[in-house]
Every structure is written in C-alpha cells, then in structure tokens.
T-cell receptor, first 113, second 119 residues
C-alpha cells in the first residue's frame, strides 16, 4: 500500500518569511495530492491540492509542486502570517476504485511574530 | 468543512462500554470516510462507505469496530467494549460521487471530529 513521509515534523519561521514542507510517497500509481491545515481542536481543512498531470499549482500565498519522477511534492507558503500557525498534513491517493487518503505524519508550523 | 456534521464532539466512556459516533455528510454527498487520529499523529484511514454499502474497510480493526451508512440518516461508527487504546479523535469526511473517468477524483471535506476518551 501507499506510504507517505513528511518533513519536517516541526517548523518555526519568522513572520513574513517563507515556509516549505516536503512529502514523499511510495506508490507510483498515486495521482492526487491534497494538503490539509488543522488548527487546534478542529478538523482538517483542505487548503490546496494537485493532480498528477500538473507540476505546480498556486493559490495566493500558497503553492504546491509535484515531481512525479522523484515521487515527492512540497507545500510552499510565502509571506507567512501568525494565522498560518497550525499543523499541516500532506496526503496521497491512488484511483483504482478506492478513494482513501494516506496521510503524512504532519508538520507543526509556528510563525514567530 | 462546516457542512460535515459530527456528533458528539466529545464522548467519554468507561472500559467495556459502547461508543457510537455519528456523521452527517455535506448535502449532496453520497460517500463517507472515517479516519482515526491518535495524539501527535496523522490521520489513519478506517473505512469508506457509500449509501448502504461498505466499499473498503481495510483500516478497521477486525473486532469490536463496525460502520454503516444507511439509506436514511447519518453514518455511524460503532465501537463495542471500548478499551483505553481506542481513545483518539475520530474524523469523518464526505465527498460527492467521484468521477473515475479521466482520473477525476472527489475532494474530501472533513468534519470537526469526535474526541473519544476511555476511562
């Protein structure tokens, strides 16, 4: 089955700087890669996703890149703000009759004012 | 994700009791997924259901755990004879009917979760 690894587990950046979180996956058949943000006591919220036929996707301060050959994808947050502090999870999914997501272990991002 | 409703938000049970967790998907969504999250860990897939049908339960423990998504009403995750190791946050997600043609998939929207504590 699919295995997703995520690094780093914790990340602290100064407000206004950029943050990068990286994930690798094992199943070359995976073709959908969402990123979720989870605030304390809340459920995961989808912030951006990318499909395997695209190399990069951007939404305002958030971007995701995908390297299918190397089987890794990354989340980039620019001009970080205090409200970006949360736990971020990457996930991967194959599409062979099963829609389940395999999650990474999460990155706790802290923005230092 | 406010559209996926889970209740209760917090549930306390003593060892040996039963826990019932409910999930109402977003309007128009016919697919439900249950995930479990242990403290400081990622979410682990448990079960994937459509109305009146279990599609994939490969993440469910073989004993004490069951799930259903009836034609009418919410999806239910049931844990019988709870043990302390069942203490976790249980999240439900829903998606519209995924379209498999040309590789399109359904986005999953999560509820706020049920935090189960077993004393």
């Amino acid at each position: 089955g699919e295995n997703v690894e995520q690094h780093p587990s914790t990340l602290s950046v100064q407000e206004g700087d950029s943050a990068v979180i990286k994930c690798t996956y094992s199943d070359s058949a995976s073709n959908y890669f969402p990123w979720y943000k989870q605030e304390l006591g809340k459920g995961p919220q989808l912030i951006i996703d990318i499909r395997s036929n695209v190399g990069e996707k951007k939404d305002q301060r958030i971007a995701v890149t995908l390297n299918k050959t190397a089987k890794h994808f990354s989340l980039h947050i620019t001009e970080t703000q205090p409200e970006d502090s949360a736990v971020y999870f990457c996930a991967a999914r194959t599409n062979f009759g099963n829609e389940k997501l395999t999650f990474g272990t999460g990155t706790r991002l802290t923005i230092i004012p | 994700n406010a559209g996926v409703m889970q209740n209760p938000r917090h549930l306390v049970r003593r060892r040996g009791q039963e826990a019932r967790l409910r999930c109402s998907p977003m309007k128009g969504h016919s697919h439900v997924y249950w995930y479990r999250q242990l403290p400081e860990e990622g979410l682990k897939f448990m079960v994937y259901l459509q109305k009146e049908n279990i599609i994939d339960e490969s993440g469910m423990p073989k004993e004490r755990f069951s799930a259903e998504f009836p034609k009418e009403g919410p999806s239910i995750l049931r844990i019988q004879q709870v043990v302390r190791g069942d203490s976790a946050a249980y999240f439900c997600a829903s998606s519209p009917n995924p379209i498999r043609d040309r590789g399109r998939v359904g986005i999953q929207y999560f509820g706020a979760g049920t935090r189960l504590s077993v004393l």
